[in-house]
């Protein structure tokens, strides 16, 4: 079945650039040139759609407000943001915000299907996996994770989480106490085909402290373990 594509860029040759491309290679693309055009098609579809791929710099509502909105009704949507600056500041932005991953331009063909590829195989590997689960839920002292809905409940209160969220949750949930090095849990969450930095690991861990403590920077639950990566402390 084919993935289902939301593609927002403002730029007519960029955005023609993905859309043949992606049509190529067998995605189905919904496209807009503006953020407000890109929330109205989301609408349209019932927010089905597999991945949605947002230009940061758009006139009107940017990208980082898209993203921000889309994941806000959907927590299982893939989003990719791609930008044009190579600046710290975006790529963190937009993970903060929810993104999955980010790309930065000019990009090739090969590079742009890569990650549409893995992201997608992602999300449909996590849907599909528990959707079949027999066991309904992880704990780890306070927390508890629902396979289901991919949602945390911390001490009675209820947590939203990204695709990515989750799935780092799922795996640190399911290997406690024992510290990962970046490339592994890039590995298992990103997939062995993913082509971006080992930074999106240190983002998102980032992102999901300020759910998981009471102090993200003194953090009790999601440790750093120097000089290799993260662990989940272990809780009775």
């Known amino acids: 079945m084919e993935k289902k594509v939301l593609v927002c860029e403002d730029e007519t040759a960029i955005r023609d650039f993905i859309v043949i491309n992606l049509r190529r290679n067998g995605f189905y693309v919904i496209e807009s040139d503006s953020g407000e055009e890109a929330l109205r098609k989301y609408d349209e579809e019932g927010g ?36 044009a600056k190579s600046q710290e500041v975006d790529k963190v932005t937009g993970l903060t915000l929810g993104a999955d991953d980010y790309i930065a331009k000019p990009f090739s063909p090969s590079e742009l299907i890569a990650r549409l590829d893995a992201l997608g195989r992602r ?16 704990t780890s002292g306070d ?7 991919h ?18 949750l799922e795996f640190f949930f399911q290997n406690p106490g024992i510290a990962f090095e970046r490339s592994r849990i890039l590995q298992k969450v990103w997939g062995e085909t993913y082509s971006g930095e080992e930074k999106i690991v240190d983002v998102n861990i980032r992102r999901l402290r300020i759910k998981v403590e009471e102090d993200p920077s003194s953090p009790k639950n999601l440790l750093t373990v120097w000089g290799m990566g993260y662990k989940w402390e272990k809780r009775d």
């Open 48 to 83: 089905k759609i597999d991945i949605a791929l947002l230009d940061v710099m758009l006139p009107g509502i940017d990208g980082f407000e898209v993203c921000k909105e889309i994941r806000a009704r959907n927590k299982s949507i893939g989003i990719i943001m791609l930008s």
């Open 123 to 138: 999300v449909a590997i996590s849907n599909s996996s528990t959707e079949a689960m027999v066991k309904e839920s992880l």
């Open 143 to 149: 927390f508890t994770l629902n396979l289901i809905n």
């Open 151 to 168: 949602e945390l409940n911390w001490n009675g209160r209820r947590i939203e989480l990204t695709q990515t969220e989750f799935q780092l």
